[in-house]
């Protein structure tokens, strides 16, 4: 029983080596592949080789490296970027595992990536990769050269940033001060309004008030008036009264006197 177990052990031992080693003879193949390609500036078949042995070994650090280069000499950017971040991302396993070869490759990543950063004016990105390329490689004066000029156009870029920053912030002043100009001559304007309906409203209290005014004293002189007459009438029917009484006294001294007489 034991001895069926260690065959079967040995037998599939036998099968993953044979297995990878095909696996490895495929990989190096399609890079090879692409590289003759590459070399014959036949990107676009290049990248059908590296993508190929990429399939074989997903972990293949040659096939992506070569992939992301000749995705970059097609100036697909975002897919070489993509492909130079993986490999920057095994960076410090790679410069452990063979630092010698790895250094290169990783400096030229990292350039790679300085300049792909720069098509697209993002000119931080590039200064920090073109830092990282040269600490790996520190006589490459193309990437000095790059990064110096990567620092210029940053620092024009920010200068640019705050120069728009400040005529925004200028224009958005102006436009607050018109807007608070523009209130200022509309609450004027209401106040103006409102002080106009105002007066009026006071004249025409005023009016109304000079009116009842006029009302109560035309009452007043025709009450004065009426009370006068009807004084005036009093006296009259007074004095009439009297007089007659005067009348009816001196007739009645007057029949008194002949009633004297005939007796």
């Known amino acids: 029983m034991e001895k069926k177990v260690s065959a079967i052990s040995v037998l599939v031992a036998f099968l993953l080596c044979t297995g990878s080693v095909a696996a490895q003879k495929a990989e190096r193949k399609n890079v090879r592949d692409g590289n003759k390609q590459y070399g014959k500036d036949k990107y676009t078949e290049a990248e059908v080789a590296y993508r190929k042995s990429i399939e074989v070994n997903p972990r293949s650090v040659e096939g992506i490296y070569n992939l992301g280069n000749a995705l970059y000499k097609q100036e697909k950017y975002p ?6 971040q993986l490999i920057a991302g095994q960076g410090e396993r790679l410069m452990r595992e063979d630092p010698d070869n790895n250094a290169g490759r990783l400096a030229q990543v990292f350039h790679n990536l300085g300049n792909i950063g720069m098509k697209n004016k993002e000119y931080q990105k590039s200064v920090e990769a073109y830092k990282q390329s040269l600490r790996l490689n520190a006589g490459d004066e193309e990437t000095r050269y790059n990064l110096a000029l990567a620092q210029k156009l940053l620092q024009d870029q920010q200068q640019q940033q705050q120069q728009n920053q400040d005529q925004d912030q200028d224009q958005e002043d102006k436009q607050d001060q ?4 523009q209130q200022d001559k509309q609450d004027q304007q209401d106040q103006q309004q409102q002080d106009k309906q105002d007066q009026e409203q006071q004249n025409q209290q005023q009016q109304n008030e000079q009116q ?51 007796w």
């Open 178 to 181: 018109e807007q608070e100009q």
């Open 212 to 262: 009842k005014t006029q009302e109560e004293q035309q009452q007043n002189e025709q009450m004065s008036r009426d009370n006068a007459q009807q004084i005036l009438d009093a006296f009259l029917q007074d004095e009439k009264d009297t007089q007659e009484k005067v009348k009816k006294a001196q007739m009645q001294q007057q029949q008194s006197r002949k009633r004297e007489k005939q």
């Open 79 to 84: 897919e070489a970027a993509e492909q130079y």
